[in-house]
C-alpha cells in the first residue's frame, strides 16, 4: 500500500478539483480526504437525503485507525461500542466452540474494533465533510460522465435541470449498481449469494454482555453486536434463498426467519422473536475487476469491489480505498497516473478480501462431516480467531 496519507491541507500537484458521484461511507470518506488536501470537492448523490441503509456496521483496524487519522474517532466512539470479544457458538446446541477477546488485537493493531448503527458514520462523515467545505448536491441522478480535455464531468439531473460538474478528476463511489462503472465500459452484474439477510434492532437482553457472537448452522448463520452505545442489539439472520431477489432493504416478514431457524438454540429463538419487524435484502457481490477506471475517472468502495458481509469489510476497505487514493494523489504529479497508482495499490489486495468473504459464506453454513471439521479448527483456534486476519488488519 501507499505511504500513509498526511491528513494536513495542502495543494496536491495531481489534481485542484474533484467530484464524487455517490454520498454513502466510501463517498463522503473520499470528499473529506481530499478537500483536507485542499481540493474543492463536489458530492452528487442520488437519494434525496444522505442516508445508509442497514441497522449496524462493524468497523476493525484498519479503518479506525484511518477515522482517528481524520479526527473523527472520538465522535464515533462515543455512539459505537467496542465489544468484549468474539464469540461463535453452535447455533443449535448453543454451545461455544471459540472465543476470543479483541483487547491485545486492538492493542497489537493500534485502533480499536467497533460496532455501531450504520446511520452514525455518514453523519460523522457528512457534518465533518461540509465544516471542511465540500459541496454536497442530494436528489442529483448521474445521467453521463463526459471526459475532456484534462477534466472530466458528471452531469446530473437534478430537480428537473440538467447540470455538469466539471472537474480534474471523478470519483464513481455509487455502489454494487454503479452507474459509474457502466459508463467507463464496466458491464459486470452484481453476482447474487443465494442469501437474504434479515437485520433489526433490539433493546440489549441484560443477559447478552457487549461481545459480536456468530451462530452457526446449516443453510443460515446469525451475527449479534452491540450498538448505540451498548443499549442495543443489532442481529443479522442470514438465510439461504435461490431464487435471486432484487429488493434492497425492503420490510422482511418474520415467518422466513423463524423457519430457518426453527430447531436452533434457546438463546437464538428468543433474540429473533423480539423484533417487531425486519429489514430484508438480497446478498450481492462483483466479481473482481479487470480495471477500476480510464483517464481521470476512477471507482472506490462498492462500485470497485462490491463484497458480501461475511468479513465485515464492506466499509472498511472503502475508508481504505480514500485514503490510498489521497495516497496516490499526493505522491503523482499527474491526475490520470495518480489514479493508475492509486487502483494498483488497492485492487489485488480487496480482490483477495472479496473471495475470502465468499469462502467464509460457506464455511458458516456447512452441515455434516464438513461441519464436523470445521467445529474441529475453530476449537484449537480460541483465543486467536483474529490472528488469521492479520493481513487486513494490519494494513
Known amino acids: ?111 480499536p474494533f467497533l460496532g455501531g448503527h450504520r446511520a452514525d458514520l455518514p453523519g460523522i462523515l457528512a457534518e465533518a465533510a461540509q465544516e471542511a467545505g465540500c459541496a454536497i448536491a442530494v436528489g442529483a ?51 447474487y449469494s443465494r442469501r437474504l439477510a434479515y437485520r433489526a434492532t433490539i433493546d440489549a437482553p441484560e443477559e447478552h454482555p457487549p461481545e ?38 425492503a420490510p422482511g416478514e418474520g415467518a422466513p426467519v ?10 437464538v429463538r428468543r433474540l429473533l422473536e423480539r423484533p417487531g419487524h425486519f429489514l430484508c435484502w438480497g446478498l450481492y457481490d462483483i466479481d473482481p475487476l479487470p480495471r477500476w477506471g480510464s483517464g481521470r475517472i476512477t471507482l472506490l468502495g462498492d462500485a470497485a469491489h462490491a463484497m458480501l458481509p461475511f468479513l465485515a469489510q464492506g466499509a472498511a476497505q472503502a475508508i481504505e480505498d480514500a485514503a490510498a487514493l489521497g495516497a496516490a494523489l499526493a505522491q503523482e504529479t499527474d491526475a490520470a497516473s495518480a489514479l493508475r497508482a492509486y487502483e494498483a495499490a488497492r485492487r489485488y489486495h480487496t480482490a483477495q478480501i472479496q473471495q475470502a468473504a465468499r469462502r467464509n459464506g460457506g464455511i458458516y453454513h456447512l452441515s455434516g462431516p464438513a461441519r464436523i471439521a470445521r467445529d474441529l479448527v475453530l476449537r484449537r483456534a480460541t483465543g486467536a480467531l483474529l490472528d488469521r486476519y492479520d493481513w487486513i488488519y494490519s494494513r
Open 212 to 249: 459480536v457472537r456468530l451462530h452457526l448452522g446449516r443453510d443460515a448463520h446469525l451475527v449479534t453486536y452491540p450498538v448505540k452505545g451498548g443499549k442495543q442489539l443489532n442481529l443479522v439472520a442470514i438465510v439461504r434463498e435461490t431464487r435471486p431477489v432484487a429488493r434492497w432493504n
Open 258 to 267: 423463524h423457519a430457518a431457524f426453527a430447531g436452533w438454540s434457546d438463546d
Open 1 to 111: 500500500m501507499s505511504a500513509p496519507l498526511p491528513f494536513r491541507p495542502h495543494t496536491t500537484a495531481a489534481a485542484r478539483s474533484a467530484v464524487i458521484v455517490g454520498g454513502g461511507i466510501g463517498g463522503l470518506a473520499c470528499a473529506l480526504v481530499l478537500r483536507r488536501m485542499g481540493l474543492a470537492v463536489q458530492v452528487v448523490e442520488q437519494a434525496r437525503k444522505l442516508r445508509e441503509v442497514g441497522a449496524g456496521l462493524q468497523l476493525s483496524p484498519n479503518a479506525t485507525r484511518i477515522l482517528r487519522d481524520l479526527g473523527l474517532l472520538p465522535a464515533l466512539e462515543a455512539v459505537a461500542v467496542a465489544p468484549r470479544a468474539l464469540e461463535v457458538r453452535d447455533g443449535r446446541t448453543g454451545g461455544t466452540l471459540a472465543r476470543t477477546d479483541y483487547a491485545p488485537a486492538a492493542e497489537r493493531f493500534g485502533a
Open 141 to 191: 441522478s448521474l445521467t453521463a460522465v463526459e471526459p475532456g480535455s484534462g477534466t472530466v464531468r458528471a452531469v446530473v439531473q437534478q430537480g428537473g435541470d440538467l447540470i455538469a460538474h466539471g472537474a480534474d478528476i471523478l470519483v464513481g463511489a455509487d455502489g454494487v449498481r454503479s452507474a459509474v462503472r457502466s459508463h467507463i465500459g464496466l458491464r459486470q452484474a452484481p453476482v
